[in-house]
């Protein structure tokens, strides 16, 4: 696979300056494994994420899977915080476990004005995944 | 405007029991406007939804669109906590400014299995929507 | 209602130069009452748009709703045919009837780059919405 | 893969019993790879499927996910011509080619209910997707 444009590390840093109050050591989330356009997220599992039944709250998912594209965004075209999401849509497909979140996202397009992408949401140690995302990112033109 | 099913101190009531680490005194979230299918949520202005560029966050947004859709399916068919999204689109509109965020839902069908509703979200003290939302819910079958 | 930036004949002109095979004297498509942004568009009913179970077909609707967005990109911002759809979200919520189908396409933002809408589907004749569209369109930077 | 419950000439014969008008002969419709959740069908160019800039048309495109999606679900579920789409979004990536198109369309969840899934079009002789749909069919209580 083709190099991410920024390494993990600097991901980190530039979402650690920029969202202090959300991505901060002990934070729950990690990079996994970071690619030109295709990237891995983990949320750990907290029981603040619970909704009745048991399973995982769909905010949980949303916010995760957001963030996972916001990351994959910055793989592919650097270090552009300002981009921000326009549309994001998800299906829900299965009840998570109480398990870690994993968010494997994917752009299938990078153009100069949007990059749109894919994301699915697994619980981990499972193949099928209880969440799929689709959402397009609006790249600020000072580019 | 058709009576609610439940009132507001019902959902309110049903919520907490339901999600006591999300919906309780002083949590931010207020039932302003109750009536069949048709609910409006305010949700406090808090700094932690702020993101880079003064804007309040995509998935505090999108949380918020959830929760008012949930609340307009309890007015249209009684107590269904195991009621589950299973869609959700949303569309960022503008920058919502620094202040409490409006939800306003309506649904626009209520059937046996799934209800579909749609979310515009505002910033207190205007017109322009800063985000809208389109939603499914499936209706446990044991109804 | 603030006025269109085009006429209705304006548009139809439009239309009949760009797509002569779609937008023609007889196509069964009418532009109905066109503002600044709000705009309804009518398509005749046609035995062909039938599918099993007697309902007209889901592609018929997201064609006419699709078109319906355009004409109202039209109304906003004036002879762009190479605007694009970007993205285009469909609930279908009741079974149509065998009539014309109305469309009521409401623009919710209308930007330098992206114009976002919503369009409601109608049987002729009946008030309860038979699906329901948003919708993106891209605008050439050339504006 | 896991074979499809039925067999593309099984499909085909349904789906020209159920949609004469649609499916037939010479319709430029054709079954190529039918797998058990996972079809990949092919809609022939036409010159009348061409808008303004010398592109497909996006209702073609829509259209042929719509029909891709139908067939997967077959695949899957076995002759239900009464399963019906709820929700479809999608997001349009790139001007195809004056070539045919591609539907590759493979079902994430095939519920009591509900089947979703994703269909990625292509220009045929190309990799790069021009169009991705994620898309929910509702499945008759008579199954």
Redesign the interface.
């Known amino acids: 696979m083709r190099p991410s444009v920024m390494t993990a590390e600097e991901i980190g840093k530039l979402l650690h300056e920029?969202?202090p109050?959300?991505f901060y050591p002990g934070c729950g989330l990690t990079l996994e494994d970071i690619h030109y356009g295709d990237v891995r997220v983990r949320r750990d599992f907290h029981e603040?994420h619970?909704?009745?039944?048991g399973?995982i709250?769909?905010?949980t998912m949303?916010?995760l899977a957001?963030f996972a594209m916001y990351v994959a965004v910055f793989s592919a075209i650097g270090p552009q915080?300002?981009a921000?999401?326009?549309?994001?849509?998800?299906?829900?497909?299965?009840k998570p476990t109480q398990a870690d979140l994993i968010a494997h996202a994917r752009l299938?397009?990078v153009g100069k004005?949007?990059a749109?992408g894919?994301v699915t949401l697994y619980s981990d140690g499972s193949d099928e995944?209880v969440a799929?995302v689709?959402s397009?990112y609006?790249i600020p033109a000072s580019r």
Chains 1, 2, 3, 4 share one sequence.
């Open positions: 920029e969202f109050q959300a603040d619970i909704r009745p039944g399973t709250s769909g905010p949303m916010e957001d915080p300002l921000v999401t326009t549309n994001l849509n998800i299906n829900f497909l299965r299938m397009k004005r949007l749109v894919e995944p799929h689709t397009t609006s």
